[in-house]
C-alpha cells in the first residue's frame, strides 16, 4: 500500500485543455459575478465561492462519464457548473427564483441536480463523503459502472465522517474517489494548527487505501489524476483519494474579510491563477493564443451576465411552493 | 401478500414477524438491502435478522462496522441512487452519533432539491426500557422524529403489524423512522389478512367512556388498563406518529368526551402534547374534561428494574387516570 509515493499512470484527460480552460472560464465568471451581487444584496442567504479553485473543479468535473456521482460542499458551485448544471436555472435558485433549479427551496448551499448524477452541494461539512461512498454502493450494487466523487474540504477531514466514510469505502471495495480540495482553511482557521498530519494523503495509509496529492491549480494534473483514479474505480480497484492543493481567494462566505490570512500568502497564490497557469501553458505550446483565450472569458461572462439579466426579471416562488415536495407518493 | 383464502393464519412472534416482512422486501425487490452492525452472519443482536443473510448473501445483507455516521449515512446516499436500504440502528440512543444523515440528509434532501431527489430509506431502530438497560440503551425519542419535517415515523405495537408496516415502509418512497420496542420482540399474534395502510390509526378496543390514544409497547398496558379499571375504555393505536391519523381520534372523542393519551416516552414535549394541543383546539366544546397525558417522568432512566417500574407508566395508572376522568365529568 502507498501513499502518494507511486508515480501517476499515463492517462489522458478526455477532453484537451482549451475545453478544461473554457470551464474553468465560466466558473470564473460566475463566481466573480455572484460575489459582486450577494455584496450588492441581490442574492439572499449565504454564498461561498469557489474563486481561486477552479481547476479542480474543472479538472475532476470534467474528467467523469455523464452518469458517474457528484457529491459537494457548501461551495459547490464550480462542480456543478463543471459537471454540466444548467447556468440560467443555477443563477435562478441563487436569486431565490420560482423557476431556480431547486424552485427555490436549496439556495448556492443545496443546489442540486440528481438527473445528471449531482447529489448536490451540502450545507454540512464532511456530509458528501458517506453520501458519496453510498452512491458507489448503489453502482456495485447494481452493476453499474458509474463512479461516486465526494468533494471535501481539509477542513472536513477532522470529521467523524470523514474517516468513517472512508473506511467504508475501503472495506468494501467501492468505486469511489474522494476529493480533497485543500485550500489550506477550515473556514476562518489554518487547518495546519488544528492536526498533527497536515498533509491529507498521509491519513489514507491508516486506511488502506491510495492516494495522490496534486497541484489543484494546475486543470491538466487534476484531470489526469482523476481520469486515472476513475478508471482504477471501475476496474474494481477500490477508492482513491485525491489531495488538490489549492487556495481559496475569497473569505469563507462571502463579506468574510480574511484578517487571518497573510497578505503575502494571498499574493503569492493570486500569483498562481489556475487560469493563467493554463493560460501560459495552452499559449506557449501554441494550441491558443491569447485573443482566443481572451475570447472564451469573455464569452463567459456574456453567458453569466444573461443568467443574471434573466434571473432579476423571474418571479418569487408561488407561496404554494413551500408545502410542496416534504413528502413523495 | 398472500389472500385471506390460501394460508391459514398462524401465530409467530413479532420478532418473526420482522424477519418476514424483511425477507419478503429482499425477495420482491433487488434493489433492497438490510445493513447494520451484526444484521448479517451473527443475525443481529436480538437475531431480528437471523437467517436472511445465509438465504440472500452477503451483497443483500451487510454487516458495518460501527460507525453509525458512516453507514448511516452511505445508506441515505445509497437510497438517493437507487437503492432501498434498510438500515438498522441497534438501540434507539445510538442516533446520538449518526443524526445528521437522518436529519440534515434524508428528511430534507427531497424538499431542497424540488422532488428532485427521492431517499425510500427504512431506519429501523429498536428502543423500550425495562430491562435493566441503563439510561444510555432505553430512551424513546419517536417524538424527535415526529418533529422533523419528511419524516415518517412508524410504530408497529402488533405482530401483524411488525410485518406489514415494515414492509409498507420499505415500499414507501420517503424516509421511515421505524421504532421496535424490545419488549414487544417476543410477544405473539396472527398476521392480519387485510392490514390496514400505513398513516391509519387502529381502535384496538371499543369502549364508550374513554379515548385512550397510545403507540408500541405501551398498547399492551393499555389493553390491559381496560381489562382493569371500571371504565370502559377506547383503546387506539397510532401505528405511525407521522403521518398522524388524527380523524380516528376525533371520532372517538367525539363519542367519549374525554382523552388519555400514554406512551412510554419522556411526557414532557411527547407526541402527547401535540395530541393534547390539536384535541384541545379542534374539539374544544365536545370535551366533558380537560385532556391528561401518562408518560415517563422527565428523569433519564435508572438502571435498576425497580427504579424503572416506579417511573414506567402502568396498567393501574391508567386505569387511575381513566376512572379519575369519568368521575371528573
Known sequence: ?329 | MSSAAEAPVTERRYIEALNEGMATAIEEDERVIVLGIDVGAGGGIFRVTRGLFDRFGPERVIDAPIAEMGYVGAAVGAAMTGLRPIVEIMFMDFVGVCLDPILNQAAKLRYMTAGALEIPIVFRMQTGAGKAAGAQHSQSLEAWFAHVPGLKVVLPATVADARDLLLESVRDPNPVVFVENRRLYGTKGDIDADPLPLGKARVARQGEQVTVVTYGQMLRTCLAAAEEGDAALEVIDLRSLAPLDMETIYASVRRTGRLLIVHEAVQDFGAGAEIAARVSTDLFDELRTPVRRIGTPSVPMPFSPDLEKALLPTSKAVSGAADALVAEG
Open chain 1, 1 to 329: 500500500m502507498s501513499t502518494n509515493t507511486e508515480p501517476a499512470q499515463a492517462a489522458s484527460p478526455p477532453v484537451p485543455e482549451r475545453d478544461l480552460f473554457a470551464t474553468m472560464a465560466l466558473i470564473r465568471a460566475f463566481e466573480t459575478r455572484v460575489a459582486e451581487l450577494y455584496r450588492d444584496g441581490e442574492i439572499p442567504g449565504f454564498v461561498h465561492t469557489s474563486l481561486g479553485q477552479e481547476a479542480v473543479a474543472a479538472g475532476v468535473g470534467r474528467s467523469l462519464r455523464d452518469d458517474d456521482y457528484v457529491a459537494t460542499t457548501h461551495r459547490g458551485h464550480g462542480h456543478c457548473l463543471a459537471r454540466g448544471m444548467e447556468v440560467d436555472s443555477m443563477m435562478a435558485e441563487l436569486f431565490a427564483r420560482g423557476a431556480g433549479i431547486c424552485h427555490g427551496k436549496g439556495g448556492s448551499m443545496h443546489v442540486a441536480d440528481p438527473a445528471h448524477g449531482l447529489l448536490g452541494a451540502n450545507a454540512i461539512v464532511g456530509a458528501s463523503l458517506p453520501l458519496a461512498v453510498g452512491a458507489g454502493m448503489s453502482s456495485k450494487h447494481l452493476k453499474q459502472g458509474r463512479v461516486a466523487i465526494a468533494f471535501f474540504g481539509e477542513g472536513a477531514v477532522n470529521q467523524g465522517a470523514f474517516h468513517e466514510a472512508v473506511n467504508l469505502a475501503a472495506i468494501w471495495d467501492l468505486p469511489v474517489v474522494l476529493v480533497c480540495e485543500n485550500n489550506i482553511y477550515a473556514e476562518f482557521s489554518d487547518s495546519r494548527t488544528l492536526t498533527r498530519v497536515p498533509a491529507v494523503v498521509d491519513r489514507c495509509g491508516a486506511y488502506g487505501i491510495e492516494a495522490r496529492a496534486v497541484d489543484g491549480n494546475d486543470v491538466l494534473a487534476v484531470a489526469a489524476l482523476t481520469a486515472d483514479a476513475a478508471a482504477r474505480c471501475r476496474a474494481g480497484k477500490g477508492p482513491f483519494l485525491i489531495e488538490a492543493e489549492t487556495y481559496r481567494w475569497h473569505g469563507h462566505y462571502e463579506g468574510d474579510s480574511q484578517p487571518y490570512k497573510p497578505e503575502e500568502e494571498i499574493d503569492a497564490w493570486r500569483e498562481r491563477d489556475p487560469l493563467e497557469v493554463s493560460a501560459a501553458r495552452l499559449t506557449a505550446s501554441g494550441a491558443c493564443n491569447r485573443e482566443e483565450l481572451d475570447s472564451i472569458r469573455s464569452e463567459a461572462a456574456t453567458r453569466v451576465e444573461a443568467s443574471v439579466e434573466r434571473a432579476r426579471t423571474l418571479p418569487a416562488p408561488d407561496p404554494e411552493e413551500a408545502y410542496a415536495d416534504v413528502f413523495g407518493s
